[in-house]
């Protein structure tokens, strides 16, 4: 039995927590192949400008701040939000955060959104938790 048994609420508010704070943004090669999909960037200039690598991992760079480089203040949004990696599409839904109450409700003092808005099933979250 899981504190989630009959399901949480979250909906994005668009603050940016999530995507200014210092960490890493893991890339598989279905996130490259959606960005590319998705937006005018070429290969080359995606691994020249905004990838990263760490260990035998591909990540996300970031702007010098902890902000992950395609976040932009000014809409503050994503500026490649319908093709963001599935890390940022599974949020707040991570194995780390779904682990117990206590870090549900630990990540709820980060993010606004969290209690808030749509209703999402057991198996919605399950679901999501698997992509990762």
């Known amino acids: ?8 609420d979250f909906e994005c508010k668009r603050c940016g927590n999530c995507c200014t704070r210092s960490g890493y943004v893991f890339i598989f090669q279905r996130d490259l192949d959606l960005i590319l999909e ?3 960037y070429s ?8 990838l990263s690598k760490l260990d035998d991992y591909v ?12 976040w932009d203040d000014y809409i ?7 093709a963001r990696p599935t890390q940022c ?24 959104g969290i209690g ?7 198996e919605e979250i399950e679901k999501l938790r698997k992509k990762i």
């Open 116 to 122: 808030q808005g749509n209703h999402f099933t057991f």
């Open 76 to 82: 503050k949004g994503c500026k490649i939000y319908e």
């Open 59 to 70: 990540v996300l760079k970031d702007q010098g701040n902890g902000a992950c480089i395609f």
């Open 38 to 40: 998705k937006t005018n």
């Open 1 to 8: 039995m899981s504190f989630y048994d009959e399901g949480v």
């Open 89 to 112: 599409r599974t949020f707040p839904f991570w194995n780390a955060i779904m682990s117990d109450e206590e870090s549900w409700i630990n990540a709820m003092e980060d993010c606004p």
């Open 43 to 50: 290969r080359s200039e995606l691994e020249k400008r905004y």
